[in-house]
Protein backbone atom coordinates (compact mmCIF):
# COMPACT_ATOMS: atom_id res chain seq x y z
CA UNK A 1 0.00 0.00 0.00
CA UNK A 2 1.37 3.14 -1.27
CA UNK A 3 1.57 5.63 2.42
CA UNK A 4 0.65 8.74 2.70
CA UNK A 5 2.22 11.32 4.71
CA UNK A 6 0.80 14.54 3.07
CA UNK A 7 2.99 16.93 0.94
CA UNK A 8 0.61 19.94 2.97
CA UNK A 9 2.51 22.65 0.71
CA UNK A 10 0.51 20.40 -2.28
CA UNK A 11 -3.11 19.54 -0.93
CA UNK A 12 -4.65 20.43 2.69
CA UNK A 13 -4.96 18.01 5.11
CA UNK A 14 -8.78 17.50 4.92
CA UNK A 15 -8.14 15.46 1.49
CA UNK A 16 -5.05 13.84 3.43
CA UNK A 17 -7.39 12.74 5.72
CA UNK A 18 -9.99 11.97 2.47
CA UNK A 19 -7.31 9.71 1.10
CA UNK A 20 -6.89 7.90 4.68
CA UNK A 21 -10.60 7.43 5.04
CA UNK A 22 -10.97 6.12 1.37
CA UNK A 23 -8.15 3.90 2.05
CA UNK A 24 -9.78 2.14 5.09
CA UNK A 25 -13.37 2.18 3.40
CA UNK A 26 -10.88 0.28 0.36
CA UNK A 27 -8.19 -1.19 2.53
CA UNK A 28 -11.44 -3.23 5.28
CA UNK A 29 -13.30 -5.50 2.88
CA UNK A 30 -10.11 -6.64 1.25
CA UNK A 31 -9.14 -7.76 5.22
CA UNK A 32 -12.31 -9.40 5.97
CA UNK A 33 -11.64 -11.29 2.34
CA UNK A 34 -7.72 -12.32 2.97
CA UNK A 35 -8.13 -12.99 6.71
CA UNK A 36 -10.90 -15.70 5.54
CA UNK A 37 -8.80 -17.12 2.82
CA UNK A 38 -5.24 -16.98 4.96
CA UNK A 39 -7.01 -19.43 7.42
CA UNK A 40 -8.26 -22.15 4.98
CA UNK A 41 -4.45 -21.64 3.92
CA UNK A 42 -5.15 -20.19 0.16
CA UNK A 43 -2.91 -17.10 0.66
CA UNK A 44 0.54 -16.88 1.50
CA UNK A 45 0.17 -13.75 2.79
CA UNK A 46 -1.62 -11.88 5.64
CA UNK A 47 -2.18 -8.15 6.28
CA UNK A 48 -1.00 -6.93 8.85
CA UNK A 49 -1.08 -3.33 10.47
CA UNK A 50 1.90 -0.72 11.90
CA UNK A 51 1.67 3.07 13.11
CA UNK A 52 4.74 3.84 10.57
CA UNK A 53 3.73 1.53 7.83
CA UNK A 54 -0.42 1.34 8.20
CA UNK A 55 -1.73 -1.44 6.10
CA UNK A 56 0.97 -4.49 4.48
CA UNK A 57 1.83 -7.27 3.52
CA UNK A 58 3.70 -10.30 5.28
CA UNK A 59 4.47 -13.70 4.41
CA UNK A 60 2.11 -15.61 6.30
CA UNK A 61 4.65 -18.90 5.36
CA UNK A 62 7.95 -19.24 3.36
CA UNK A 63 7.45 -18.52 -0.33
CA UNK A 64 9.68 -19.29 -2.83
CA UNK A 65 11.38 -16.79 -4.95
CA UNK A 66 9.17 -16.85 -8.28
CA UNK A 67 5.89 -18.31 -6.77
CA UNK A 68 2.99 -15.82 -7.26
CA UNK A 69 2.32 -13.88 -4.63
CA UNK A 70 -0.85 -11.71 -5.74
CA UNK A 71 -2.82 -12.26 -9.34
CA UNK A 72 -6.17 -10.22 -9.72
CA UNK A 73 -7.53 -8.15 -12.49
CA UNK A 74 -7.95 -4.48 -13.05
CA UNK A 75 -10.41 -2.64 -11.02
CA UNK A 76 -10.05 0.32 -13.43
CA UNK A 77 -7.12 1.13 -16.23
CA UNK A 78 -7.27 4.53 -17.85
CA UNK A 79 -4.20 7.09 -19.08
CA UNK A 80 -1.90 8.32 -16.92
CA UNK A 81 -1.37 11.80 -15.74
CA UNK A 82 0.62 14.06 -18.08
CA UNK A 83 0.48 11.38 -21.15
CA UNK A 84 0.50 12.29 -24.41
CA UNK A 85 -2.52 12.14 -27.39
CA UNK A 86 -3.03 8.17 -26.87
CA UNK A 87 -6.04 5.92 -27.87
CA UNK A 88 -8.57 5.20 -25.09
CA UNK A 89 -8.94 1.77 -25.88
CA UNK A 90 -5.25 0.35 -25.86
CA UNK A 91 -3.67 3.63 -24.85
CA UNK A 92 -0.90 3.62 -27.56
CA UNK A 93 0.62 7.28 -28.59
CA UNK A 94 -1.31 8.32 -31.53
CA UNK A 95 0.08 10.65 -34.45
CA UNK A 96 -1.31 13.47 -33.92
CA UNK A 97 -1.54 14.55 -37.80
CA UNK A 98 -3.82 11.25 -38.44
CA UNK A 99 -6.15 10.77 -36.09
CA UNK A 100 -8.98 7.96 -35.45
CA UNK A 101 -12.45 9.43 -34.09
CA UNK A 102 -14.61 6.92 -32.28
CA UNK A 103 -17.97 6.78 -33.90
CA UNK A 104 -19.95 7.10 -30.73
CA UNK A 105 -18.11 10.02 -28.67
CA UNK A 106 -15.46 11.16 -31.30
CA UNK A 107 -12.80 10.82 -28.85
CA UNK A 108 -9.14 9.31 -29.96
CA UNK A 109 -9.03 6.26 -31.26
CA UNK A 110 -6.21 3.74 -32.73
CA UNK A 111 -8.63 2.52 -35.02
CA UNK A 112 -12.34 1.85 -35.11
CA UNK A 113 -11.08 -2.12 -35.08
CA UNK A 114 -9.19 -1.04 -31.99
CA UNK A 115 -9.12 -4.01 -29.16
CA UNK A 116 -9.69 -1.98 -26.23
CA UNK A 117 -13.42 -1.20 -27.46
CA UNK A 118 -16.11 -2.30 -25.23
CA UNK A 119 -13.77 -3.13 -22.73
CA UNK A 120 -14.24 -2.29 -18.93
CA UNK A 121 -10.25 -2.20 -19.13
CA UNK A 122 -10.31 0.28 -22.71
CA UNK A 123 -12.72 2.24 -23.97
CA UNK A 124 -15.85 0.95 -22.53
CA UNK A 125 -19.66 0.83 -24.68
CA UNK A 126 -21.06 3.08 -21.35
CA UNK A 127 -18.00 5.72 -21.39
CA UNK A 128 -18.77 5.98 -24.91
CA UNK A 129 -22.25 6.88 -24.25
CA UNK A 130 -21.63 8.83 -21.17
CA UNK A 131 -19.23 11.01 -23.33
CA UNK A 132 -21.38 11.50 -26.26
CA UNK A 133 -22.30 15.41 -25.38
CA UNK A 134 -18.66 15.99 -23.96
CA UNK A 135 -17.11 15.48 -27.35
CA UNK A 136 -13.16 17.19 -27.48
CA UNK A 137 -12.28 20.01 -29.43
CA UNK A 138 -9.33 19.07 -31.97
CA UNK A 139 -8.35 22.41 -32.06
CA UNK A 140 -6.44 22.86 -29.04
CA UNK A 141 -4.63 19.63 -29.03
CA UNK A 142 -2.76 20.62 -25.69
CA UNK A 143 -6.00 21.07 -23.76
CA UNK A 144 -7.73 17.73 -25.23
CA UNK A 145 -4.76 15.96 -23.65
CA UNK A 146 -5.44 17.74 -19.97
CA UNK A 147 -8.82 16.27 -20.69
CA UNK A 148 -6.99 12.78 -20.05
CA UNK A 149 -6.87 13.82 -16.18
CA UNK A 150 -10.01 13.51 -16.02
CA UNK A 151 -11.10 10.17 -17.65
CA UNK A 152 -9.54 7.62 -15.44
CA UNK A 153 -11.14 8.91 -11.97
CA UNK A 154 -14.73 9.42 -14.98
CA UNK A 155 -14.18 5.40 -14.67
CA UNK A 156 -13.83 5.14 -11.27
CA UNK A 157 -16.94 6.98 -10.35
CA UNK A 158 -19.05 5.69 -13.36
CA UNK A 159 -21.98 3.35 -11.86
CA UNK A 160 -21.50 0.34 -14.06
CA UNK A 161 -18.46 -0.45 -11.76
CA UNK A 162 -19.09 -2.44 -8.42
CA UNK A 163 -19.82 -0.86 -4.98
CA UNK A 164 -16.22 -0.62 -4.15
CA UNK A 165 -15.13 3.17 -3.53
CA UNK A 166 -13.68 5.26 -6.72
CA UNK A 167 -11.26 7.76 -7.92
CA UNK A 168 -11.69 10.92 -9.56
CA UNK A 169 -9.55 13.81 -10.85
CA UNK A 170 -9.77 17.36 -12.61
CA UNK A 171 -13.28 18.31 -10.76
CA UNK A 172 -13.69 21.27 -12.95
CA UNK A 173 -13.65 19.00 -16.20
CA UNK A 174 -15.77 16.56 -15.06
CA UNK A 175 -18.68 19.20 -13.94
CA UNK A 176 -18.20 21.45 -17.68
CA UNK A 177 -18.52 17.53 -19.22
CA UNK A 178 -22.30 17.78 -17.13
CA UNK A 179 -20.58 15.15 -14.54
CA UNK A 180 -21.83 15.88 -11.38
CA UNK A 181 -20.39 13.98 -8.45
CA UNK A 182 -19.62 14.67 -4.51
CA UNK A 183 -16.88 17.16 -4.38
CA UNK A 184 -15.85 15.43 -1.28
CA UNK A 185 -15.90 11.58 -3.42
CA UNK A 186 -13.90 13.36 -6.02
CA UNK A 187 -11.02 14.12 -3.48
CA UNK A 188 -11.10 10.55 -2.02
CA UNK A 189 -11.01 9.21 -5.47
CA UNK A 190 -8.49 11.42 -6.22
CA UNK A 191 -6.35 10.45 -3.27
CA UNK A 192 -6.54 6.54 -4.03
CA UNK A 193 -5.97 6.89 -7.57
CA UNK A 194 -2.88 9.00 -7.30
CA UNK A 195 -1.52 7.10 -4.29
CA UNK A 196 -2.44 2.99 -5.30
CA UNK A 197 -2.53 3.20 -9.22
CA UNK A 198 0.11 0.84 -10.90
CA UNK A 199 1.62 2.55 -14.36
CA UNK A 200 0.82 -0.55 -16.64
CA UNK A 201 1.58 -1.70 -20.37
CA UNK A 202 4.75 -1.21 -22.77
CA UNK A 203 5.45 -0.90 -25.75
CA UNK A 204 4.39 2.60 -25.71
CA UNK A 205 1.40 2.42 -23.59
CA UNK A 206 0.34 5.21 -21.14
CA UNK A 207 -1.65 3.44 -18.71
CA UNK A 208 -1.98 3.32 -14.87
CA UNK A 209 -4.23 0.96 -13.37
CA UNK A 210 -5.91 -0.04 -9.53
CA UNK A 211 -5.58 -3.66 -8.42
CA UNK A 212 -7.43 -4.72 -5.31
CA UNK A 213 -4.72 -6.12 -2.93
CA UNK A 214 -1.71 -5.20 -5.03
CA UNK A 215 -2.32 -1.61 -2.97
CA UNK A 216 -1.55 -3.10 0.07
CA UNK A 217 2.23 -4.24 -1.03
CA UNK A 218 4.58 -1.59 1.50
CA UNK A 219 6.95 0.00 -0.27
CA UNK A 220 10.83 -0.10 -0.06
CA UNK A 221 13.77 0.68 -2.77
CA UNK A 222 15.04 -2.83 -2.72
CA UNK A 223 11.56 -4.96 -3.69
CA UNK A 224 11.28 -8.23 -2.59
CA UNK A 225 8.93 -9.01 -5.47
CA UNK A 226 8.64 -7.79 -9.15
CA UNK A 227 4.93 -7.68 -11.14
CA UNK A 228 3.97 -7.60 -14.41
CA UNK A 229 0.80 -6.47 -16.30
CA UNK A 230 -1.21 -9.14 -18.73
CA UNK A 231 -2.23 -6.39 -21.49
CA UNK A 232 -4.20 -8.25 -24.02
CA UNK A 233 -5.53 -11.07 -21.23
CA UNK A 234 -9.15 -10.51 -20.04
CA UNK A 235 -9.44 -7.92 -17.10
CA UNK A 236 -5.81 -7.00 -17.42
CA UNK A 237 -4.26 -8.69 -14.72
CA UNK A 238 -1.42 -7.97 -12.72
CA UNK A 239 0.88 -11.18 -11.10
CA UNK A 240 3.28 -9.98 -8.05
CA UNK A 241 5.52 -12.96 -7.42
CA UNK A 242 8.44 -13.22 -4.97
CA UNK A 243 11.81 -12.66 -6.60
CA UNK A 244 13.53 -13.79 -3.50
CA UNK A 245 12.38 -16.51 -1.05
CA UNK A 246 10.60 -14.88 1.70
CA UNK A 247 10.19 -16.44 5.38
CA UNK A 248 7.27 -16.59 7.19
CA UNK A 249 6.99 -13.25 8.61
CA UNK A 250 9.18 -11.06 6.42
CA UNK A 251 7.13 -8.04 5.10
CA UNK A 252 6.61 -8.41 1.49
CA UNK A 253 7.50 -5.15 -0.60
CA UNK A 254 7.65 -3.39 -4.38
CA UNK A 255 9.56 -0.23 -5.15
CA UNK A 256 7.19 2.94 -6.54
CA UNK A 257 10.43 4.40 -7.96
CA UNK A 258 12.71 3.44 -10.55
CA UNK A 259 15.70 1.71 -8.62
CA UNK A 260 18.46 3.02 -11.16
CA UNK A 261 17.88 6.26 -9.56
CA UNK A 262 19.87 7.96 -6.69
CA UNK A 263 18.53 8.44 -3.40
CA UNK A 264 17.88 12.08 -4.16
CA UNK A 265 15.34 11.64 -7.23
CA UNK A 266 13.75 8.62 -5.69
CA UNK A 267 12.73 10.49 -2.53
CA UNK A 268 11.90 12.91 -4.76
CA UNK A 269 9.67 11.12 -6.90
CA UNK A 270 8.05 9.27 -4.01
CA UNK A 271 7.38 12.39 -1.73
CA UNK A 272 5.86 13.79 -5.40
CA UNK A 273 3.76 11.28 -6.16
CA UNK A 274 3.08 8.92 -3.33
CA UNK A 275 3.07 11.53 -0.34
CA UNK A 276 5.34 10.09 2.26
CA UNK A 277 9.53 10.12 2.74
CA UNK A 278 10.81 6.95 2.29
CA UNK A 279 13.52 6.10 4.89
CA UNK A 280 14.03 2.60 4.11
CA UNK A 281 17.53 0.81 4.33
CA UNK A 282 19.11 2.38 1.15
CA UNK A 283 17.63 5.68 1.17
CA UNK A 284 19.47 5.95 5.11
CA UNK A 285 22.75 4.40 3.71
CA UNK A 286 24.63 7.49 2.24
CA UNK A 287 26.48 4.28 0.48
CA UNK A 288 23.52 2.98 -0.92
CA UNK A 289 23.82 -0.89 0.52
CA UNK A 290 27.58 -0.28 -0.69
CA UNK A 291 26.85 0.31 -4.48
CA UNK A 292 27.51 4.08 -4.69
CA UNK A 293 24.62 4.72 -6.64
CA UNK A 294 25.05 8.25 -5.73
CA UNK A 295 28.42 8.96 -5.02
CA UNK A 296 30.52 11.53 -7.20
CA UNK A 297 34.67 11.60 -7.50
CA UNK A 298 36.37 14.01 -5.31
CA UNK A 299 37.83 16.44 -7.10
CA UNK A 300 41.09 16.77 -4.87
CA UNK A 301 41.65 12.96 -4.03
CA UNK A 302 39.45 11.31 -6.56
CA UNK A 303 37.79 9.59 -3.26
CA UNK A 304 33.78 9.14 -2.96
CA UNK A 305 31.47 12.68 -1.79
CA UNK A 306 28.42 11.32 -0.18
CA UNK A 307 25.82 12.96 1.59
CA UNK A 308 26.72 13.39 5.04
CA UNK A 309 22.53 12.63 5.75
CA UNK A 310 20.99 11.27 2.82
CA UNK A 311 17.56 11.70 4.52
CA UNK A 312 18.24 15.58 4.86
CA UNK A 313 17.78 16.87 1.31
CA UNK A 314 19.64 20.12 2.37
CA UNK A 315 22.59 18.21 4.09
CA UNK A 316 26.35 19.00 2.93
CA UNK A 317 28.41 16.41 0.69
CA UNK A 318 31.71 14.94 1.52
CA UNK A 319 34.43 13.40 1.06
CA UNK A 320 34.93 10.19 2.73
CA UNK A 321 38.41 8.52 1.64
CA UNK A 322 42.06 9.06 2.61
CA UNK A 323 40.87 12.12 5.29
CA UNK A 324 40.27 14.24 2.87
CA UNK A 325 36.64 15.70 3.65
CA UNK A 326 35.82 18.13 0.53
CA UNK A 327 32.48 19.20 1.50
CA UNK A 328 29.84 20.48 -1.43
CA UNK A 329 26.97 21.89 -0.74
CA UNK A 330 23.56 20.37 -1.18
CA UNK A 331 22.91 23.18 -3.67
CA UNK A 332 25.76 22.36 -5.42
CA UNK A 333 25.35 19.04 -6.12
CA UNK A 334 21.87 19.56 -7.37
CA UNK A 335 22.60 22.33 -9.67
CA UNK A 336 25.75 19.91 -10.88
CA UNK A 337 22.83 16.92 -11.18
CA UNK A 338 20.28 18.59 -13.04
CA UNK A 339 23.79 20.19 -15.38
CA UNK A 340 24.44 16.45 -16.36
CA UNK A 341 21.09 15.06 -16.39
CA UNK A 342 19.98 17.51 -19.28
CA UNK A 343 22.99 16.86 -20.67
CA UNK A 344 22.42 12.81 -20.41
CA UNK A 345 18.84 12.83 -21.55
CA UNK A 346 20.15 15.01 -24.80
CA UNK A 347 21.66 11.62 -26.01
CA UNK A 348 19.97 9.57 -28.72
CA UNK A 349 18.60 6.17 -26.77
CA UNK A 350 20.28 4.42 -30.43
CA UNK A 351 23.71 6.47 -29.52
CA UNK A 352 26.45 3.86 -28.61
CA UNK A 353 29.08 6.36 -29.28
CA UNK A 354 26.78 9.23 -26.93
CA UNK A 355 26.66 6.92 -23.92
CA UNK A 356 30.32 6.08 -24.03
CA UNK A 357 31.70 9.86 -24.44
CA UNK A 358 29.28 10.85 -21.89
CA UNK A 359 30.65 7.97 -19.33
CA UNK A 360 34.02 9.04 -20.36
CA UNK A 361 33.78 12.50 -20.43
CA UNK A 362 32.49 12.41 -16.20
CA UNK A 363 34.65 9.44 -15.18
CA UNK A 364 36.58 11.98 -12.87
CA UNK A 365 33.30 13.36 -11.73
CA UNK A 366 30.40 10.39 -11.17
CA UNK A 367 31.27 7.44 -9.72
CA UNK A 368 31.48 4.56 -12.43
CA UNK A 369 28.23 2.91 -10.19
CA UNK A 370 26.80 6.74 -10.26
CA UNK A 371 23.37 6.11 -11.21
CA UNK A 372 23.76 7.84 -14.18
CA UNK A 373 26.31 6.11 -15.52
CA UNK A 374 24.92 2.88 -14.65
CA UNK A 375 21.55 4.38 -17.02
CA UNK A 376 24.37 4.70 -19.94
CA UNK A 377 26.00 1.22 -19.32
CA UNK A 378 22.17 -0.25 -19.04
CA UNK A 379 21.60 0.84 -22.47
CA UNK A 380 24.87 0.10 -23.54
CA UNK A 381 24.33 -3.35 -23.01
CA UNK A 382 21.47 -3.62 -24.90
CA UNK A 383 22.82 -1.55 -27.74
CA UNK A 384 26.04 -3.76 -28.07
CA UNK A 385 24.87 -6.31 -30.36
CA UNK A 386 21.35 -4.86 -31.42
CA UNK A 387 21.66 -2.11 -34.17
CA UNK A 388 23.64 -1.09 -36.96
CA UNK A 389 27.52 -1.06 -37.24
CA UNK A 390 27.27 -2.65 -33.92
CA UNK A 391 25.76 -6.38 -34.95
CA UNK A 392 26.72 -8.88 -32.41
CA UNK A 393 28.48 -11.01 -34.35
CA UNK A 394 30.30 -8.17 -36.51
CA UNK A 395 31.50 -6.57 -34.00
CA UNK A 396 35.49 -7.12 -32.88
CA UNK A 397 36.93 -8.63 -29.53
CA UNK A 398 36.98 -5.27 -27.62
CA UNK A 399 33.55 -4.62 -28.67
CA UNK A 400 32.57 -8.01 -27.35
CA UNK A 401 34.86 -7.61 -24.11
CA UNK A 402 33.30 -4.42 -23.64
CA UNK A 403 29.83 -5.52 -23.61
CA UNK A 404 30.85 -8.64 -21.33
CA UNK A 405 32.21 -6.19 -18.78
CA UNK A 406 29.09 -3.77 -18.68
CA UNK A 407 26.84 -6.70 -17.77
CA UNK A 408 28.84 -8.03 -15.33
CA UNK A 409 29.27 -4.82 -13.85
CA UNK A 410 25.53 -4.27 -14.12
CA UNK A 411 24.78 -7.31 -12.06
CA UNK A 412 27.07 -6.49 -9.12
CA UNK A 413 24.71 -3.75 -8.68
CA UNK A 414 21.62 -5.32 -9.67
CA UNK A 415 22.03 -8.21 -7.68
CA UNK A 416 21.99 -5.67 -4.27
CA UNK A 417 18.88 -2.96 -5.96
CA UNK A 418 16.86 -5.59 -7.28
CA UNK A 419 18.07 -9.11 -5.53
CA UNK A 420 16.88 -11.98 -7.20
CA UNK A 421 14.21 -13.44 -10.21
CA UNK A 422 13.84 -9.36 -11.65
CA UNK A 423 13.35 -8.17 -14.86
CA UNK A 424 17.03 -6.57 -14.67
CA UNK A 425 18.79 -9.16 -13.98
CA UNK A 426 16.77 -11.86 -16.79
CA UNK A 427 17.70 -9.09 -19.27
CA UNK A 428 21.20 -8.86 -18.32
CA UNK A 429 21.65 -12.30 -18.19
CA UNK A 430 20.52 -12.84 -22.09
CA UNK A 431 22.76 -9.83 -22.98
CA UNK A 432 25.55 -11.26 -21.29
CA UNK A 433 25.62 -15.09 -23.06
CA UNK A 434 25.68 -13.73 -26.85
CA UNK A 435 28.98 -11.88 -26.54
CA UNK A 436 30.55 -15.26 -24.51
CA UNK A 437 28.86 -17.42 -26.96
CA UNK A 438 30.36 -15.29 -30.34
CA UNK A 439 33.91 -15.49 -28.73
CA UNK A 440 33.51 -19.19 -27.56
CA UNK A 441 32.26 -19.90 -31.30
CA UNK A 442 35.40 -18.10 -32.32
CA UNK A 443 37.63 -19.90 -31.00
CA UNK A 444 36.54 -23.10 -31.13
CA UNK A 445 36.73 -22.54 -35.11
CA UNK A 446 40.28 -21.19 -34.91
CA UNK A 447 41.25 -23.96 -32.65
CA UNK A 448 42.46 -21.33 -30.27
CA UNK A 449 40.50 -23.19 -27.11
CA UNK A 450 41.01 -27.05 -25.38
CA UNK A 451 37.75 -29.48 -24.91
CA UNK A 452 37.74 -28.78 -21.32
CA UNK A 453 37.52 -24.93 -21.90
CA UNK A 454 35.10 -25.21 -24.20
CA UNK A 455 32.87 -27.20 -22.00
CA UNK A 456 33.41 -24.90 -18.72
CA UNK A 457 32.42 -21.74 -21.46
CA UNK A 458 29.33 -23.42 -22.29
CA UNK A 459 28.26 -24.53 -19.14
CA UNK A 460 28.39 -20.73 -17.92
CA UNK A 461 26.06 -19.67 -20.92
CA UNK A 462 23.83 -22.18 -20.27
CA UNK A 463 23.65 -21.24 -16.55
CA UNK A 464 23.09 -18.17 -17.64
CA UNK A 465 20.39 -18.71 -20.16
CA UNK A 466 18.47 -20.81 -18.07
CA UNK A 467 18.09 -18.00 -15.61
CA UNK A 468 17.06 -15.47 -17.87
CA UNK A 469 14.56 -18.16 -19.86
CA UNK A 470 13.21 -18.67 -16.02
CA UNK A 471 13.02 -14.80 -14.92
CA UNK A 472 11.72 -13.64 -18.08
CA UNK A 473 9.20 -16.85 -19.30
CA UNK A 474 7.04 -15.14 -16.11
CA UNK A 475 6.63 -12.17 -18.55
CA UNK A 476 3.55 -12.09 -21.20
CA UNK A 477 4.82 -14.30 -24.22
CA UNK A 478 4.33 -11.25 -26.82
CA UNK A 479 5.66 -8.93 -24.87
CA UNK A 480 9.64 -8.38 -25.15
CA UNK A 481 10.48 -10.01 -22.27
CA UNK A 482 8.78 -12.75 -23.37
CA UNK A 483 9.84 -13.13 -26.80
CA UNK A 484 13.53 -12.88 -25.16
CA UNK A 485 12.59 -15.66 -23.17
CA UNK A 486 11.43 -17.94 -25.86
CA UNK A 487 15.01 -16.57 -27.62
CA UNK A 488 16.87 -18.05 -24.63
CA UNK A 489 14.99 -21.15 -24.98
CA UNK A 490 15.60 -21.34 -28.54
CA UNK A 491 19.34 -20.62 -27.98
CA UNK A 492 19.78 -23.88 -25.71
CA UNK A 493 18.68 -25.92 -28.44
CA UNK A 494 21.24 -24.70 -30.35
CA UNK A 495 23.65 -25.33 -27.64
CA UNK A 496 22.89 -28.93 -27.18
CA UNK A 497 24.15 -29.37 -30.76
CA UNK A 498 27.91 -28.92 -29.01
CA UNK A 499 27.33 -32.36 -26.75
CA UNK A 500 27.59 -34.45 -30.52
CA UNK A 501 31.73 -32.77 -30.04
CA UNK A 502 32.92 -32.33 -26.79
CA UNK A 503 30.19 -34.86 -24.66
CA UNK A 504 27.17 -34.24 -22.34
CA UNK A 505 27.90 -30.26 -21.00
CA UNK A 506 25.48 -30.15 -18.27
Known amino acids: ?75 AVGPCSGCALICLGCYRE ?25 KYTGHSNYECEALKNSSPSYNNLEELKEYYHALMPLRQMSPFKNGRPREVDRHYRLKKW ?22 VGGSGANARALYDAAFLLAHDCTPTTTHTDSEKAPGRPLTVRASISHKAGDVISLCYAY ?20 SCKRCSDPTELGTYASAFRCPKCAGRILSTAPLEPLAPWRCTDNGCF ?98 LRGITLYELHAPLMVLTTRDFERKAISKDSLRNRLKEIVSYLTESALILGFEPKQSPEGLMATAAKDALKKIKTWEQIIGKIS
Request: aromatic letters at 8%; one cysteine or more; a negative charge.
Open 94 to 118: LDESNLVKCPGCNWPLCATSCSGLG
Open 326 to 423: YTMTSGGVQAMLKRLTDEFEQIDANDVDGFEKFLHKYRNVLHDNHYLCLSALHSLSQLYGKIAGYMIHEMPEEQLHRKIDICRDLMKVFDVIEPGYSR
Open 1 to 75: MLRCLACHKKRGKQEVKNKENVENALASDVDAEKDAAVKENKLCYEIKHSDVMGRYVMASRDIKAGEVIVEVPAL
Open 178 to 199: GFHFDEKDIHTVCGILEVNAFE
Open 259 to 278: TLQGTLKRREHILLSKFFEC
